[in-house]
């Protein structure tokens, strides 16, 4: 997730010069207030006080930084229409600024427009390419576009710059599974999983061991990952899996029913168990 302000330190010093005593004072606190909600979350309050400041000096040459705050401030309470006229504000005064593209690429995801939010990413990129989260994002999004050669470019990269970002090992753990290299992408996962706990990795490491015939292995992944997502449908998906592997098809069924039930996605429930013949 985006970090929201970012600074008070440059606004500080430029308004200290260039604003009357009086008048830096007010638009400061403005600030520093929003600031402090932003911290809490309220974001009722921090949306308040950064147009306050805005109002207080409209024509300070870095209010295009309050402009992306307010746009990721209108996002967090979805205001998605709000978010992206403030960021097209931010944009008219720095249209090139890497942070405004990416908080309004974060607004698009939240939208569900993925391709508005790659063309903005691609842009920051071409900015600067040497950023953690747009390339993390960026590879998850060439992942799921099946554009498997650019997606493990950006995770390599990811893996290069951000060693310790567990994205960066899930995302080529995926391609390295696409591949067939199982034992590689086990490795991969594993390393994620390291760095940040995380089903979603989990899931992938017991489905790489099950597709590789290591059943026992798999078993093995599963028992911990319920006890850490015990509402995990995809890891009831898993277990059907392997109830399905060792002919036992009522507790499959079962399974199935409860992997529905914790939101499994029902095209991935049918293709790893379809009706069970009983």
């Keep these: 997730m985006l970090k929201i302000s970012n600074r008070l330190l440059i606004l500080i010093c430029f308004v200290s010069c260039v604003i009357l005593p009086g008048m830096a004072q007010t638009y400061i606190q403005y600030v520093d207030s929003a600031d402090n909600y932003i911290k809490r979350e309220n974001w009722r309050d921090a949306e308040?006080?950064?147009?306050?400041?805005?109002?207080?000096?409209?024509?300070?040459?870095?209010?295009?930084?309050?402009?992306?705050?307010l746009g990721d401030i209108r996002t967090r309470m979805e205001d998605y229409d709000g978010a992206l006229q403030?960021?097209?504000?931010?944009?008219?005064?720095?249209?090139?600024?890497?942070?405004?593209?990416?908080?309004?690429?974060?607004t698009?995801?939240?939208?569900?427009?993925?391709?508005?939010?790659y063309e903005d990413i691609n842009e920051a990129l071409r900015l600067d390419s040497i950023q953690e989260w747009p390339l993390k994002m960026r590879g998850i999004i060439n992942l799921g576009k099946s554009k498997y050669a650019e997606a493990e470019k950006d995770f390599e990269s990811l893996k290069k710059h951000f060693p310790a970002n567990a994205?960066?090992?899930?995302?080529?753990?995926?391609?390295?599974?696409?591949?067939?290299?199982?034992?590689?992408?086990?490795?991969?996962?594993e390393?994620?999983?390291?760095?940040?706990?995380?089903?979603?990795?989990?899931f992938y490491l017991i489905l790489?061991?099950?597709e590789t015939g290591n059943l026992p292995k798999a078993k093995e992944h599963l028992l911990i990952a319920l006890k850490r997502y015990p509402r995990c449908g995809n890891l009831y998906l898993l277990r059907g899996l392997l109830h399905k592997k060792n002919y036992e098809n009522t507790e499959a069924d079962l399974?199935?029913?409860?992997?529905?039930?914790?939101?499994?996605?029902?095209h991935l429930v049918e293709q790893y168990l379809p009706k069970i013949k009983k």
């Design 167 to 189: 994205a960066a090992y899930s995302g080529l753990g995926k391609i390295e599974a696409i591949k067939g290299n199982g034992e590689t992408a086990m490795s991969l996962f």
């Design 48 to 69: 308040r006080m950064t147009i306050a400041a805005l109002k207080a000096k409209p024509a300070n040459k870095l209010n295009y930084l309050l402009w992306s705050n």
């Design 255 to 266: 399974d199935k029913n409860i992997a529905l039930d914790y939101g499994a996605d029902p």
């Design 191 to 202: 390393k994620s999983l390291e760095l940040e706990q995380s089903d979603d990795t989990w």
């Design 86 to 106: 403030a960021f097209e504000i931010a944009l008219a005064s720095a249209p090139k600024k890497e942070l405004i593209l990416n908080n309004r690429a974060y």
């Design 108 to 117: 698009y995801l939240q939208m569900g427009e993925t391709d508005k939010a």
């Design 208 to 210: 790489v061991n099950i």
